[in-house]
Protein backbone atom coordinates (compact mmCIF):
# COMPACT_ATOMS: atom_id res chain seq x y z
CA UNK A 1 0.00 0.00 0.00
CA UNK A 2 1.34 3.39 -0.96
CA UNK A 3 1.77 6.54 1.06
CA UNK A 4 -0.02 9.33 -1.28
CA UNK A 5 0.39 12.98 -0.06
CA UNK A 6 -3.89 12.61 0.70
CA UNK A 7 -3.01 10.53 3.79
CA UNK A 8 -0.24 13.25 5.13
CA UNK A 9 -0.78 15.90 7.31
CA UNK A 10 1.68 18.12 5.63
CA UNK A 11 0.97 22.30 6.42
CA UNK A 12 1.96 23.67 9.79
CA UNK A 13 -1.74 24.85 10.14
CA UNK A 14 -2.82 21.18 10.02
CA UNK A 15 -0.44 20.51 12.73
CA UNK A 16 -1.51 23.02 14.70
CA UNK A 17 -4.96 21.71 15.10
CA UNK A 18 -3.94 19.26 17.42
CA UNK A 19 -3.48 21.61 19.65
CA UNK A 20 -7.38 22.45 19.78
CA UNK A 21 -9.29 19.74 21.37
CA UNK A 22 -7.66 16.67 20.05
CA UNK A 23 -7.54 13.35 21.89
CA UNK A 24 -4.29 12.11 23.65
CA UNK A 25 -2.50 8.64 24.27
CA UNK A 26 0.49 8.29 25.26
CA UNK A 27 2.40 5.15 25.20
CA UNK A 28 5.81 4.20 26.30
CA UNK A 29 7.59 5.60 23.03
CA UNK A 30 5.31 8.08 21.75
CA UNK A 31 2.66 10.32 21.80
CA UNK A 32 -0.42 9.84 19.80
CA UNK A 33 -2.85 12.67 18.92
CA UNK A 34 -5.70 12.56 16.77
CA UNK A 35 -8.52 15.13 15.75
CA UNK A 36 -11.75 14.66 13.89
CA UNK A 37 -10.29 14.56 10.21
CA UNK A 38 -11.56 17.02 7.41
CA UNK A 39 -11.88 14.43 4.71
CA UNK A 40 -12.78 11.00 4.17
CA UNK A 41 -10.04 8.74 5.19
CA UNK A 42 -7.74 8.72 7.92
CA UNK A 43 -4.00 10.77 7.92
CA UNK A 44 -1.00 11.19 9.68
CA UNK A 45 1.65 13.30 10.97
CA UNK A 46 4.65 12.35 12.14
CA UNK A 47 6.61 15.19 15.05
CA UNK A 48 10.31 13.91 15.79
CA UNK A 49 12.60 16.19 17.62
CA UNK A 50 15.42 17.76 15.51
CA UNK A 51 18.13 16.25 17.58
CA UNK A 52 17.90 12.66 16.52
CA UNK A 53 20.78 11.40 14.16
CA UNK A 54 19.04 11.45 10.67
CA UNK A 55 19.64 7.42 10.37
CA UNK A 56 17.52 6.64 12.96
CA UNK A 57 14.97 9.58 12.42
CA UNK A 58 14.28 8.00 9.00
CA UNK A 59 13.77 4.81 10.41
CA UNK A 60 11.16 5.98 13.41
CA UNK A 61 9.65 7.45 10.29
CA UNK A 62 9.42 4.25 8.11
CA UNK A 63 8.30 2.41 10.90
CA UNK A 64 5.53 4.73 12.10
CA UNK A 65 4.38 4.93 8.18
CA UNK A 66 4.39 1.39 7.57
CA UNK A 67 2.20 0.56 10.88
CA UNK A 68 -0.25 3.44 9.60
CA UNK A 69 -0.35 1.69 6.05
CA UNK A 70 -1.17 -2.08 7.67
CA UNK A 71 -3.75 0.02 9.67
CA UNK A 72 -5.25 2.55 8.12
CA UNK A 73 -8.54 1.24 6.44
CA UNK A 74 -9.78 0.70 9.93
CA UNK A 75 -8.91 3.89 11.67
CA UNK A 76 -11.92 6.08 10.18
CA UNK A 77 -11.55 9.48 9.60
CA UNK A 78 -9.27 10.97 11.90
CA UNK A 79 -6.16 12.63 11.86
CA UNK A 80 -3.01 11.44 13.79
CA UNK A 81 -0.30 12.70 15.07
CA UNK A 82 2.76 10.77 16.12
CA UNK A 83 5.17 12.47 18.55
CA UNK A 84 8.39 11.33 19.30
CA UNK A 85 9.24 13.70 22.52
CA UNK A 86 12.67 15.16 23.14
CA UNK A 87 12.59 12.95 26.38
CA UNK A 88 12.57 9.72 24.53
CA UNK A 89 16.58 8.10 24.13
CA UNK A 90 16.30 6.96 20.41
CA UNK A 91 18.64 4.32 19.61
CA UNK A 92 18.48 1.39 16.92
CA UNK A 93 16.00 -0.99 19.39
CA UNK A 94 13.40 2.80 19.09
CA UNK A 95 11.62 2.20 15.45
CA UNK A 96 10.81 -1.25 16.56
CA UNK A 97 9.77 0.01 20.31
CA UNK A 98 7.71 3.03 18.73
CA UNK A 99 6.23 0.07 15.96
CA UNK A 100 5.25 -2.04 18.32
CA UNK A 101 3.18 0.52 20.52
CA UNK A 102 1.61 1.87 17.49
CA UNK A 103 0.28 -1.47 16.50
CA UNK A 104 -1.36 -2.37 19.55
CA UNK A 105 -2.79 1.65 19.76
CA UNK A 106 -4.32 1.44 16.28
CA UNK A 107 -6.39 -1.32 17.12
CA UNK A 108 -8.51 0.38 20.02
CA UNK A 109 -8.13 4.01 19.02
CA UNK A 110 -11.89 4.19 19.00
CA UNK A 111 -12.48 3.03 22.27
CA UNK A 112 -10.33 5.59 24.53
Avoid at 16 to 40: E, M
Avoid at 53 to 67: A, C, D, F, G, T
Wanted: some cysteine.
Amino acid sequence: MDFPKTVRVRSRREYLRFFDGSQVKRLGACTLFWIPGSQAQARLGITIKARVNSVYRNKLKRQIRESFRNHRGSLGSFDFNVVVPGSFRVDHTSPGRVRKALEETWKNVGVF
